[in-house]
Protein backbone atom coordinates (compact mmCIF):
# COMPACT_ATOMS: atom_id res chain seq x y z
CA UNK A 1 0.00 0.00 0.00
CA UNK A 2 1.41 3.38 -1.20
CA UNK A 3 0.86 6.57 1.31
CA UNK A 4 -1.74 7.65 -1.71
CA UNK A 5 -3.48 4.41 -0.94
CA UNK A 6 -3.71 5.18 2.74
CA UNK A 7 -4.53 8.84 2.37
CA UNK A 8 -7.65 7.63 0.43
CA UNK A 9 -8.36 5.26 3.04
CA UNK A 10 -8.70 8.03 5.48
CA UNK A 11 -10.93 10.76 3.33
CA UNK A 12 -13.30 8.57 2.01
CA UNK A 13 -16.17 5.54 3.10
CA UNK A 14 -16.55 6.10 6.56
CA UNK A 15 -16.73 9.18 8.58
CA UNK A 16 -12.63 10.72 8.18
CA UNK A 17 -12.84 11.23 12.06
CA UNK A 18 -13.62 8.10 13.16
CA UNK A 19 -10.80 6.65 10.62
CA UNK A 20 -8.37 9.11 12.42
CA UNK A 21 -8.93 8.20 15.54
CA UNK A 22 -8.60 4.48 14.17
CA UNK A 23 -5.25 5.62 12.98
CA UNK A 24 -4.37 7.63 16.17
CA UNK A 25 -5.40 4.52 18.31
CA UNK A 26 -2.89 2.13 16.41
CA UNK A 27 -0.23 4.78 16.55
CA UNK A 28 -1.11 5.09 20.20
CA UNK A 29 -0.66 1.60 20.90
CA UNK A 30 2.28 0.91 18.69
CA UNK A 31 4.20 3.98 21.04
CA UNK A 32 3.03 2.07 24.41
CA UNK A 33 4.04 -1.10 23.32
CA UNK A 34 7.56 0.29 21.71
CA UNK A 35 8.33 2.28 25.35
CA UNK A 36 7.29 -1.45 26.91
CA UNK A 37 10.47 -2.60 25.21
CA UNK A 38 8.75 -4.40 22.78
CA UNK A 39 8.86 -4.18 18.58
CA UNK A 40 4.94 -4.68 18.28
CA UNK A 41 4.16 -6.52 15.26
CA UNK A 42 0.77 -4.91 12.89
CA UNK A 43 -1.06 -7.87 14.80
CA UNK A 44 -0.56 -6.85 18.47
CA UNK A 45 -0.93 -3.04 17.61
CA UNK A 46 -4.54 -4.39 16.60
CA UNK A 47 -4.42 -6.53 19.74
CA UNK A 48 -3.64 -3.53 22.19
CA UNK A 49 -5.98 -0.98 20.40
CA UNK A 50 -8.79 -2.92 20.18
CA UNK A 51 -9.51 -3.29 16.54
CA UNK A 52 -9.37 -5.95 13.99
CA UNK A 53 -6.25 -7.54 12.69
CA UNK A 54 -7.43 -6.75 9.42
CA UNK A 55 -8.21 -2.64 9.51
CA UNK A 56 -4.85 -2.33 11.16
CA UNK A 57 -3.40 -3.52 8.20
CA UNK A 58 -5.49 -1.42 6.13
CA UNK A 59 -3.89 1.60 7.96
CA UNK A 60 -0.19 0.15 8.24
CA UNK A 61 1.08 -3.00 5.37
CA UNK A 62 3.75 -3.64 7.66
CA UNK A 63 5.65 -2.24 10.61
CA UNK A 64 8.06 -0.26 8.76
CA UNK A 65 4.76 1.65 7.85
CA UNK A 66 4.03 2.20 11.33
CA UNK A 67 7.52 3.06 13.05
CA UNK A 68 7.47 5.35 10.17
CA UNK A 69 4.22 7.43 11.33
CA UNK A 70 5.24 6.45 15.31
CA UNK A 71 8.34 8.81 14.46
CA UNK A 72 6.67 11.14 12.06
CA UNK A 73 3.64 11.97 14.77
CA UNK A 74 6.43 12.18 17.87
CA UNK A 75 8.54 14.35 16.29
CA UNK A 76 5.51 16.92 15.50
CA UNK A 77 4.40 16.06 18.86
CA UNK A 78 7.77 17.34 20.71
CA UNK A 79 9.87 19.11 18.28
CA UNK A 80 7.02 21.20 15.94
CA UNK A 81 8.76 19.78 12.98
CA UNK A 82 8.28 21.09 9.98
CA UNK A 83 7.39 24.25 11.84
CA UNK A 84 10.56 25.24 12.93
CA UNK A 85 12.60 24.67 9.84
CA UNK A 86 10.41 28.53 9.00
CA UNK A 87 11.47 30.37 11.90
CA UNK A 88 15.70 29.48 11.25
CA UNK A 89 18.36 32.17 12.30
CA UNK A 90 20.31 33.72 9.08
CA UNK A 91 23.56 32.23 9.02
CA UNK A 92 24.03 28.74 8.00
CA UNK A 93 26.50 27.75 10.85
CA UNK A 94 23.47 29.11 13.79
CA UNK A 95 20.85 27.32 11.21
CA UNK A 96 22.53 24.25 11.50
CA UNK A 97 22.87 24.32 14.93
CA UNK A 98 19.38 24.96 15.49
CA UNK A 99 18.52 21.93 13.05
CA UNK A 100 20.87 19.57 14.89
CA UNK A 101 19.60 20.95 18.45
CA UNK A 102 16.10 20.62 17.67
CA UNK A 103 16.09 17.00 16.17
CA UNK A 104 18.07 15.88 18.98
CA UNK A 105 15.25 17.14 21.36
CA UNK A 106 12.28 15.42 19.70
CA UNK A 107 14.49 12.04 19.18
CA UNK A 108 16.25 11.88 22.79
CA UNK A 109 12.10 12.53 24.08
CA UNK A 110 11.33 8.97 22.76
CA UNK A 111 14.71 7.30 22.59
CA UNK A 112 13.10 3.76 22.17
CA UNK A 113 10.84 4.68 19.48
CA UNK A 114 13.65 6.26 17.42
CA UNK A 115 15.44 3.08 18.09
CA UNK A 116 13.03 0.89 17.19
CA UNK A 117 12.28 3.09 13.73
CA UNK A 118 16.08 2.53 13.06
CA UNK A 119 15.68 -1.59 14.16
CA UNK A 120 12.53 -1.17 11.82
CA UNK A 121 14.93 0.40 8.66
CA UNK A 122 17.28 -2.22 8.77
CA UNK A 123 15.02 -4.94 9.01
CA UNK A 124 13.46 -3.25 5.75
CA UNK A 125 17.00 -3.64 4.31
CA UNK A 126 17.92 -7.53 5.29
CA UNK A 127 13.93 -8.22 3.94
CA UNK A 128 15.36 -7.57 0.03
CA UNK A 129 18.87 -7.99 0.57
CA UNK A 130 18.24 -10.56 -2.21
CA UNK A 131 16.33 -8.07 -4.38
CA UNK A 132 17.57 -6.29 -7.31
CA UNK A 133 18.82 -2.63 -6.29
CA UNK A 134 16.10 -0.72 -8.22
CA UNK A 135 13.65 -2.77 -7.16
CA UNK A 136 13.85 -2.30 -3.29
CA UNK A 137 11.54 -0.25 -1.45
CA UNK A 138 13.60 2.84 -0.12
CA UNK A 139 14.52 1.97 3.81
CA UNK A 140 14.66 5.59 4.83
CA UNK A 141 13.04 8.86 4.20
CA UNK A 142 14.57 11.90 3.34
CA UNK A 143 13.28 13.98 5.85
CA UNK A 144 16.78 14.55 7.33
CA UNK A 145 18.70 15.38 4.20
CA UNK A 146 16.19 18.16 3.58
CA UNK A 147 16.23 19.50 6.59
CA UNK A 148 19.85 20.08 6.31
CA UNK A 149 19.55 21.07 2.77
CA UNK A 150 16.93 23.96 3.97
CA UNK A 151 19.37 24.82 6.89
CA UNK A 152 22.60 24.86 4.61
CA UNK A 153 20.71 26.92 1.33
CA UNK A 154 22.50 30.06 2.77
CA UNK A 155 25.53 28.84 1.55
CA UNK A 156 23.76 28.49 -2.33
CA UNK A 157 25.91 31.91 -2.89
CA UNK A 158 29.58 30.55 -1.21
CA UNK A 159 29.97 26.94 -2.40
CA UNK A 160 29.11 25.51 -5.71
CA UNK A 161 26.13 23.35 -6.21
CA UNK A 162 28.52 20.22 -5.78
CA UNK A 163 30.41 21.48 -2.59
CA UNK A 164 26.65 22.06 -1.14
CA UNK A 165 25.58 19.20 -1.77
CA UNK A 166 28.85 17.36 -0.62
CA UNK A 167 28.26 19.15 2.78
CA UNK A 168 24.58 18.47 3.03
CA UNK A 169 25.43 15.12 2.90
CA UNK A 170 28.25 15.49 4.92
CA UNK A 171 26.25 16.71 7.89
CA UNK A 172 23.50 14.04 7.82
CA UNK A 173 26.13 12.06 8.96
CA UNK A 174 26.62 13.66 12.47
CA UNK A 175 23.00 13.92 13.94
CA UNK A 176 20.04 11.99 13.44
CA UNK A 177 19.49 8.61 14.82
CA UNK A 178 22.32 6.71 13.82
CA UNK A 179 24.08 9.69 15.75
CA UNK A 180 22.34 9.27 18.55
CA UNK A 181 22.94 5.77 18.78
CA UNK A 182 26.77 6.26 18.30
CA UNK A 183 27.49 8.76 20.91
CA UNK A 184 25.07 7.15 23.33
CA UNK A 185 26.19 3.77 22.75
CA UNK A 186 29.85 4.53 21.34
CA UNK A 187 31.14 7.24 23.36
CA UNK A 188 29.30 6.90 26.37
CA UNK A 189 27.48 9.91 26.64
CA UNK A 190 24.44 11.16 28.25
CA UNK A 191 21.63 13.30 25.80
CA UNK A 192 22.94 17.08 26.47
CA UNK A 193 26.71 16.06 26.03
CA UNK A 194 25.91 13.79 22.83
CA UNK A 195 23.60 16.92 21.44
CA UNK A 196 26.92 19.32 21.74
CA UNK A 197 28.99 16.73 20.31
CA UNK A 198 26.62 16.50 17.33
CA UNK A 199 26.13 20.44 17.35
CA UNK A 200 30.13 20.91 16.88
CA UNK A 201 30.71 18.37 14.51
CA UNK A 202 27.53 19.81 12.23
CA UNK A 203 28.90 23.43 12.68
CA UNK A 204 32.70 22.09 12.15
CA UNK A 205 31.76 21.08 8.69
CA UNK A 206 30.26 24.16 7.49
CA UNK A 207 33.09 26.33 8.71
CA UNK A 208 35.69 23.12 6.68
CA UNK A 209 33.55 23.67 3.59
CA UNK A 210 33.43 27.55 3.84
CA UNK A 211 37.51 27.92 4.57
CA UNK A 212 38.27 24.87 1.48
CA UNK A 213 36.75 27.46 -0.93
CA UNK A 214 38.13 30.91 0.69
CA UNK A 215 41.73 28.85 0.36
CA UNK A 216 41.81 28.11 -3.10
Known sequence: MTFSRRD???NSGRATNQKMRTREALIN???ELARNGHSPSIAE???AAKVSTAT???YFPNPQSLWSDMATRQANFVGGYPNFLDDLPEGAEERIDKVVRECCAFQFADEVVWRGVLRATLERWFSQVD???AERVPVRGVTRLEMAR???APLAD????ERLERLVNAVVLVFGVEALVSTRDTCGLDPAAATETMSWAARALVRAAVA???SG
Do not use: H, M
Request: aromatic share 4%; hydrophobic share 55%.
Open 8 to 10: EIL
Open 29 to 31: AGL
Open 45 to 47: VAE
Open 56 to 58: AYR
Open 131 to 133: VAE
Open 150 to 152: VAL
Open 158 to 161: TLSP
Open 212 to 214: EVK
